[in-house]
């Protein structure tokens, strides 16, 4: 079974950046994908940013230009990389993964079809 850690959320000021983590263990196939995705106070689950099988990334309009997502295989390590951060961006960011070839070689997989979640990271925007 895949299980997932994150850590990194915290306080920051508008116009700051965070970096948050995400280490995973429990991985038993080589075809694999992650993805951060986060939920504010009173809004629905909203995707973040996503690394398929094949490398290739997806990002949510609202955070295009602003986060990157990566891997670090070494260190079973998923980042979310957060610049430029807005009151807005304040969530519970959480992060997901599956190991199914077939889900993980998509470009995007909606958050309810990952079979693995970490137990998330607030993060938290003051201007």
């Known amino acids: 079974q895949v299980q997932l850690v994150e850590s990194g959320g915290g306080s920051v000021q508008a116009g700051g950046s965070l970096t948050l983590s995400c280490v995973a263990s429990?991985?038993?196939?080589?075809?694999?994908?992650m993805a951060w995705f986060r939920q504010a106070a009173g809004k629905e689950r909203e995707a973040v940013a996503s690394?398929?099988?094949?490398?290739?990334?997806h990002y949510g309009d609202s955070v295009k230009g602003r986060f990157t997502i990566a891997k670090d295989n070494a260190k079973n390590t998923l980042y979310l990389q957060m610049n430029s951060l807005k009151p807005e961006d304040t969530a519970m960011y959480s992060c997901?993964?599956?190991?199914?070839?077939?889900?993980?070689?998509?470009?995007?997989?909606?958050?309810?079809?990952?079979?693995?979640w970490g137990q998330g990271t607030q993060v938290t925007v003051s201007s």
């Open positions: 690394i398929n099988s094949y490398g290739n990334t």
């Open positions: 997901a993964a599956d190991t199914r070839a077939t889900i993980c070689a998509r470009l995007y997989v909606n958050w309810y079809e990952y079979n693995y």
């Open positions: 429990g991985y038993t196939s080589s075809s694999h994908c």
